[in-house]
């Protein structure tokens, strides 16, 4: 018998600084981080095909996040 293990979930790659901001959600005037996120199909928990992939803006106190366009 042979099973198949597949899985969806994100990974998160750190592409530095984003500068200088005021967080619209808790007010703090802090230097955001650039994060690409993308989400992949995984085949026996290895990452196989990427599915989606965007840059955002986290704020490293409340964890709120902005998609750069």
Sequence with gaps: ????IFGWGPR???LGSGGYHDCP???N???RRR?????WINLF???VLPTNR???LACPI???EEEVT
Excluded at 1 to 4: A, D, T
Excluded at 35 to 39: A, G, H, K, M
């Design 1 to 4: 018998m042979f099973f198949l």
């Design 12 to 14: 998160s790659k750190d």
């Design 25 to 27: 959600r808790c007010h």
């Design 29 to 31: 005037h802090v230097m």
């Design 35 to 39: 994060v690409e996120r993308t989400n």
């Design 45 to 47: 928990f290895l990452p």
């Design 54 to 56: 965007k840059t955002v």
């Design 62 to 64: 409340c964890a709120h």
